[in-house]
């Protein structure tokens, strides 16, 4: 194994010898481009390297094998141990040891040839400088050369535009030398006599060469007006001025015939269609006065404008003289009168564009001549303001017929303007045109529509009083002789009267918002027509108010006559019970016929409310303070309504009480609170008096409870409670109670209680509680009194009365007992 090694060590030195004897050779190439060390130093040492890695090989198997067999192990392992690690390691000395000695030399080659060319690169800068300056020079002398070619240029320029200008002058002056020579000449033609106008250049009477005979004849016109303008104020001219106004008198009548002769053409032309030669015309007679006798001309032999058009337009919308019109079928009319005469217009305005040179005059006069003329004629007849002192009659439509028309020509008269402004009208104020045809009726508008709600008022009032005659004579007979009111049921307040009036009102405001586009203006007439409402609403709520409250006066009027005193007949009394009966019945009638009258009266006023929230105060709000007045206007105009309410009130409680006490009279007897009975089982039973009383007031005031409400309601049934309750206290000190009386008595407490319990009063229901409490005087026994009302000393005074309605007051010295328990009094 010894030999072995020797000789693999003495081959690898022999190889590392061998190869460092060997020339390495490192060129510049290698370092140019994409240069990389590794691949370098990979070129260096590959050659060396294989080997090693192939004994490396070679010792790892070898290693395997030792330690596969354990008797060899320690043998081997020395060996290995004494072979170098790295046996290359001279070698690559040797490579890297040449190769640094030949990068040094090659760095040295490399620092040569940098200093030769920084040499190189210094003496091609310094002359590549000496050229830039030279350059620059060069450069410099060619912007001044330039500079003077642009200076030299822009004289010649100036010289030649300068002649250009004499040029153009002179040649302006030579053809307006020429034209005025030729007008000279024209005008001399014209200057020649008076009225001759036979002797003019051929050009005048050319009808090809119109167009131009009537511009030169403008301008002979100018000149020779001018001329005379001038020289007309100075007495040595007069000779020449008398010349020129030949020149001028000839040139008029000169443009006289030209002109008619062109619209006669122009006319021909338009019964034949022929565009092209009414828009030649046309143009010509554009010269004229602007064209303004053309336009004029064409315009007024429009056939809209005929006089049989314009009558057939009063027939369509009047329809026969013997009718009266009405609003929808006026409405309808000029609908399609307006339609047609815009469809006419606009066919008019496409002719009209095609013809004339300035085609929005044409339409302004065309537009102007149908609102100045057409409509205006057919409004006339339309709307004949009535009188207001001799309004017409409601049969013949009265003031509202005029009023409604008058809405429905001005917004159908305002929707043609719109219509026609979209067709087109030129620069004419159309709005303000249609706004003029109706300044006359509108000055007056607001007095003719309050007049007008007053008319309406009047009539309906007319008509009900009417029905109510009618009605009165059928029915009257049998309700006098049955001793009932005369008010009937066809004169109470009726909420659709109410409603008719608001209708009324609704339809004269939407005419205030049609003619009053200005806010303040609106204000200022909603708030009259408003209170045209408000006066009418009042007028007729009180009145009705009034109607009912007669009703109630008349049924007392029946009762004090028929009032009687103690000494009469048994058959008088019993016809006065009869009548008596009769004049109740007209009590109860009147009472209910009063408080439908209150309901309705109510009902009125909510809707003039709920109108009022509804259409009026938005109309109001914009004009500061208006709404607040409104308002007040209307609780002011209600006020009326609202005393004649409080005063009938008032008259039903007095007839309630009245039948009350009439009954109590009537029905109420001694033996009912004295019983000759008395210790016997008492009757527990109301009285036949209270019996009959609380059926009365279940009955009457069931229209009470249905006709009043809120404060009212509250108000009314608390004063008639406390009526009832003095009635009541007042009716009971005239009867004599004893023990079995007095239950009575408090049975018939307790019922009229229940029944008042239902006003929801409460002052009421302590009231008669504390007659169900002093009625317990009767019952208790008379040492017993003292204790009674121990605990209610505020009914003492009220209590000692009753006590003295005791039966046995007098006998059992109750007199005497009271003033020594009560003292004071």
Not at 624 to 651: P, W
Not at 727 to 735: A, R
Request: charged fraction near 25%.
């Amino acid at each position: 194994m010894k030999e072995i090694r020797d000789g693999i060590k003495s081959n690898k030195i022999s190889s590392s010898e061998s190869f460092s004897s060997q020339p390495l050779v490192l060129d510049i190439e290698d370092f140019k481009g994409d240069f990389s060390f590794d691949a370098l130093f990979g070129n260096l040492v590959d050659e060396l390297l294989p080997s090693f890695q192939e004994e490396d090989a070679d010792s790892l198997e070898l290693n395997n094998n030792i330690n596969g067999h354990d008797s060899l192990s320690n043998g081997r392992s020395t060996q290995v141990q004494s072979n170098p690690l790295f046996p290359e390691v001279d070698s690559l000395l040797s490579v890297f040891k040449n190769s640094c000695s030949q990068l040094v030399e090659l760095r040295t080659q490399i620092d040569g040839r940098l200093s030769n060319l920084k040499k190189d690169v210094a003496s091609q800068d310094s002359k590549h400088r000496k050229t830039l300056g030279e350059l620059e020079k060069g450069v410099d002398g060619l912007f001044d050369s330039f500079a003077r070619l642009d200076s030299r240029i822009s004289s010649v320029g100036q010289t030649a535009a300068k002649i250009g200008d004499h040029l153009q002058s002179a040649d302006s002056q030579r053809e307006t030398a020429s034209q005025t020579m030729e007008l000279i000449k024209y005008l001399m033609e014209f200057n020649s006599s008076p009225g001759d106008l036979m002797e003019l250049s051929p050009l005048f009477s050319d009808d090809s060469r119109v167009a131009e005979a009537a511009a030169i004849a403008q301008k002979l016109r100018s000149i020779a007006e001018d001329d005379i303008g001038r020289q007309g104020v100075t007495m040595q001219n007069a000779t020449a001025s008398r010349g020129l106004e030949v020149a001028v008198g000839n040139l008029q009548e000169y443009c006289n015939e030209l002109e008619n002769r062109l619209l006669s053409r122009f006319d021909a032309a338009s019964q034949k269609r022929e565009l092209s030669t009414m828009a030649e015309c046309a143009k010509i007679l554009s010269q004229f006065n602007r064209g303004t006798s053309a336009m004029q001309h064409y315009v007024g032999l429009r056939p809209m404008f005929d006089v049989e058009v314009m009558n057939a337009d009063t027939r369509l919308v009047l329809g026969d003289q013997d009718s009266l019109p009405s609003p929808s079928s006026v409405s309808r009319a000029l609908s399609s009168l307006y339609k047609d005469i815009t469809d006419t217009v606009r066919k008019e305005a496409a002719t009209i564009t095609a013809v004339f040179p300035s085609p929005n005059d044409v339409m302004s006069i065309l537009v102007q001549r149908v609102m100045e003329d057409r409509v205006p004629k057919l409004l006339e007849k339309l709307l004949v303001k009535p009188s207001l002192v001799h309004p017409p009659p409601m049969g013949e439509g009265g003031l509202l017929l005029y009023l409604r028309m008058l809405a429905v020509g001005y917004e159908k008269t305002q929707e043609l303007a719109k219509d026609l402004r979209s067709v087109g009208c030129g620069d004419l104020d159309i709005e303000g045109l249609t706004e003029s045809l109706f300044l006359d009726h509108k000055d007056m508008y607001i007095e003719y529509e309050q007049a007008s709600l007053k008319q309406l008022y009047k009539a309906k009032m007319e008509e009900l009083l009417s029905e109510s005659q009618l009605s009165g004579e059928s029915t009257g007979s049998i309700g006098r002789s049955k001793g009932a009111s005369i008010s009937s049921s066809h004169q109470q307040i009726s909420v659709t009267v109410v409603t008719e009036f608001v209708r009324w009102n609704e339809e004269a405001i939407s005419r205030c918002i049609l003619f009053s586009p200005q806010a303040s203006n609106l204000a200022a007439n909603v708030k009259t027509v408003f209170t045209c409402l408000l006066d009418q609403v009042s007028q007729y709520t009180t009145e009705g108010l009034e109607r009912a409250r007669d009703g109630l006066t008349e049924a007392a009027a029946l009762r004090e006559r028929f009032v009687l005193g103690t000494s009469v007949s048994r058959r008088v009394a019993a016809a006065a019970a009869s009548a008596a009966e009769a004049a109740a019945a007209a009590g109860e009638s009147s009472f209910r016929s009063f408080m439908v009258a209150v309901q309705r009266c109510g009902s009125s006023v909510a809707i003039v409310q709920q109108y009022f929230a509804n259409s009026i105060s938005r109309l109001l709000l914009p004009v500061d303070g208006a709404h607040a007045a409104s308002c007040e206007e209307m609780a002011t105009a209600m006020s009326s309504a609202e005393g004649a309410a409080y005063k009938g009130l008032q008259q039903c409680i007095e007839t309630v009480m009245a039948e009350v006490e009439r009954l109590l009279s009537a029905e109420q007897k001694a033996t009912d609170y004295k019983s000759p009975d008395d210790g016997i089982v008492p009757d527990h039973r109301p009285t036949n008096a209270c019996i009959r009383v609380v059926a009365y007031l279940s009955r009457v005031l069931e229209a009470a409870f249905t006709a009043l409400e809120g404060l009212n309601k509250q108000a009314f049934l608390t004063e008639l409670g406390n009526r009832l309750h003095k009635g009541l206290s007042n009716h009971w000190q005239k009867y004599t109670f004893n023990p079995s009386g007095g239950l009575r008595l408090k049975r018939d407490i307790t019922e009229y209680g229940d029944f008042v319990r239902s006003f929801n009063a409460p002052t009421v229901d302590e009231k008669f509680e504390s007659l169900s409490i002093m009625a317990n005087v009767f019952i208790v026994a008379p040492e017993s009194l003292s204790s009674l009302f121990e605990g209610t000393p505020s009914i003492l005074k009220d209590a000692q009365r009753f006590i003295q309605l005791r039966e046995d007051y007098k006998s059992a010295k109750l007199a005497a007992k009271l003033s020594s328990l009560w003292p004071s009094s």
